[in-house]
């Protein structure tokens, strides 16, 4: 195993994606141990690369990231009713380059708007490890059949 969280994560092979291109892998939030329960809906869109910044994106990496991150979008808005999905790269936490991609639901307080600050809200769709494979088989067939 490597020192990278998510390069150890790529290699995991009972790891499960909801796709995997040349570049770049695209799968929802798991739960461990440390974290029990996940915000449902919450995607990673990540290049298989080792790199901890954009800028070293070359332009075919950086082209697929972006069909996964639209890709990404286009799911959970077929399998969630959300009112807005957040994107974005904080860059700091993981030295390993990775997008999320973060539904807000309906009826979500204004106070709580933002990437990040919807895991704060009291009511957050918060959801196991059951669940979250069940959402990401789920992606997976709407991925299949209709995208």
Same mark, same amino acid.
């Given at each position: =195993? *490597? *020192?990278? @969280?998510?390069?150890?994560?790529?290699?995991?092979?009972?790891?499960?994606?909801?796709? *995997?291109?040349?570049?770049?892998?695209?799968?929802?939030?798991?739960?461990?141990?440390?974290?029990?329960? +996940?915000? %449902?809906?919450? @995607?990673?869109?990540?290049?298989k690369?080792?790199?901890?910044?954009?800028?070293?994106?070359?332009?075919? /990496?950086a082209? /697929?990231?972006?069909?996964?991150? *639209?890709?990404?979008?286009?799911?959970? %808005?077929?399998?969630?009713? +959300?009112?807005?999905?957040?994107?974005?790269?904080?860059?700091?936490?993981?030295?390993?380059?990775?997008?999320?991609? +973060?539904?807000?639901?309906?009826?979500?307080?204004?106070?709580?708007?933002?990437? =990040?600050?919807?895991?704060?809200?009291?009511?957050?769709?918060?959801?196991? @490890?059951?669940?979250?494979?069940?959402?990401?088989?789920? =992606?997976?067939?709407? =991925?299949?059949?209709?995208l």
């Amino acid at each position: =195993m *490597s *020192s990278c @969280l998510i390069c150890d994560k790529h290699q995991d092979l009972n790891q499960v994606f909801i796709k *995997s291109g040349t570049f770049t892998k695209l799968y929802h939030y798991f739960p461990s141990q440390k974290e029990p329960y +996940v915000y %449902k809906g919450h @995607l990673f869109v990540e290049p298989k690369r080792h790199i901890t910044c954009a800028s070293q994106l070359n332009e075919a /990496e950086a082209h /697929e990231i972006g069909e996964f991150i *639209s890709l990404g979008a286009k799911i959970i %808005k077929k399998v969630f009713e +959300v009112e807005h999905i957040y994107n974005f790269n904080i860059g700091h936490m993981v030295p390993h380059l990775h997008f999320h991609l +973060v539904p807000r639901y309906p009826n979500t307080p204004k106070e709580y708007w933002g990437g =990040m600050q919807l895991h704060q809200w009291p009511d957050a769709p918060f959801v196991g @490890l059951v669940e979250v494979k069940k959402i990401q088989n789920q =992606m997976i067939q709407v =991925m299949n059949r209709h995208l």
